[in-house]
């Protein structure tokens, strides 16, 4: 291969990379985008803390009558203890994660080499490269900061702007990190959901349509049939949510469940998408660490603005 081939492969790719970039952290959902430049509690094994507003979402009404099919192979007890297990979320203060990341879109685009902090409830930053840096990225409460390289320019969004972009409506911070560590990021109510249990896990189907996001003025509620996937010690294994008037679909598995620190994390996490968008990704973490580092961002001079179609 001659120099000037191997370069236009490199720029070809880096291009590529740029799709990627324009969603980083919801884009862990990889969909194709179009870029238009803009002026403008404890356990045995874990030591965990329950999300109280989670846990407000699935309190049991035991008056309730529910159809005699429902939840029968479960009692009440053995509904909380699931509960208790399934949905909750770590308790940790810092964690880094060295990872890769392989796109599929029905384009060709490189496994891109991926160093992902996450700060709880404060920060997930990320720094993607591809032979050279290529591209890095900041998540927080108010929303997300991004800059490649190539083309020298930036993005700056709250999460309606990007629910906006890829035609969901529930993406916020806590879904976010909830997603990337492989815990249940959708809230439950057992009332709406049947649980039951096999020889290889628990299982939950929404009863009816669920509203997960909240509507806006500008973006009306959508409504998902909802299936979720446990193993037996209550790593979530797969979560499936179909829009049924759009016919959209996300679906996201988690594979190798390891023990770290005081918790669990999935080795593999891989992200499908169905519908008016199609792709997926597999984020394969390599290593996971509990360790403090530093984040820097700043968008360099001279980078363009961009807005994302």
């Given at each position: 291969m001659t120099k000037e081939i191997f370069k236009s492969n490199i720029i070809f790719q880096k291009k590529k990379i740029i799709n990627l970039t324009c969603i980083l952290f919801v884009g862990l959902f990889l969909l194709s985008c179009k870029t238009k430049t803009a002026v403008e509690s404890s356990n045995n094994k874990d030591s965990l803390v329950v999300d109280s507003l989670l846990m407000d979402s699935i309190k049991l009404d035991k008056s309730s009558s529910l159809p005699k099919d429902a939840n029968a192979n479960l009692s009440i007890n053995e509904r909380v203890d699931f509960y208790e297990h399934a949905l909750i979320h770590p308790k940790f203060e810092h964690l880094k994660m060295k990872s890769t990341i392989k796109i599929e879109t029905g384009n060709s685009i490189p496994t891109l080499d991926a160093l992902i902090y996450i700060e709880n409830n404060q920060k997930i930053w990320m720094n993607l490269s591809f032979i050279v840096n290529a591209a890095r990225?900041?998540?927080?409460?108010?929303?997300?900061?991004?800059?490649?390289?190539?083309?020298?320019?930036?993005?700056?969004?709250?999460?309606?702007?990007?629910?906006?972009?890829?035609?969901?409506?529930?993406?916020?911070?806590?879904?976010?990190?909830?997603l990337l560590m492989g815990r249940t990021f959708i809230p439950i109510r057992d009332s709406q959901y049947i649980l039951s249990?096999?020889?290889?896990?628990?299982?939950?189907?929404?009863?009816?349509?669920?509203?997960?996001?909240?509507?806006?003025?500008?973006?009306?509620?959508?409504?998902?049939?909802?299936?979720?996937?446990?193993?037996?010690?209550?790593?979530?294994?797969?979560?499936?949510?179909?829009?049924?008037?759009?016919?959209?679909?996300?679906?996201?598995?988690?594979?190798?469940?390891?023990?770290?620190?005081?918790?669990?994390?999935?080795?593999?996490?891989?992200?499908?998408?169905?519908?008016?968008?199609?792709?997926?990704?597999?984020?394969?973490?390599?290593?996971?660490?509990?360790?403090?580092?530093?984040?820097?961002?700043s968008v360099p001079k001279n980078y363009t603005k961009i807005e994302i179609q």
């Open positions: 990225g900041i998540a927080t409460p108010e929303g997300i900061k991004a800059y490649e390289k190539y083309n020298r320019t930036y993005i700056d969004s709250d999460f309606d702007y990007l629910n906006n972009l890829l035609n969901i409506d529930f993406i916020n911070y806590p879904t976010l990190q909830k249990k096999n020889m290889e896990g628990y299982y939950m189907v929404s009863r009816k349509t669920q509203t997960i996001g909240s509507p806006t003025a500008e973006r009306p509620s959508r409504e998902y049939r909802v299936f979720l996937k446990y193993s037996d010690s209550f790593d979530l294994m797969e979560v499936e949510l179909l829009d049924p008037v759009s016919g959209d679909e996300l679906q996201i598995n988690y594979e190798n469940w390891q023990n770290f620190s005081n918790y669990r994390m999935p080795e593999y996490v891989k992200i499908i998408i169905k519908g008016s968008k199609t792709g997926q990704i597999l984020i394969e973490n390599t290593k996971f660490e509990d360790l403090k580092i530093q984040t820097p961002y």
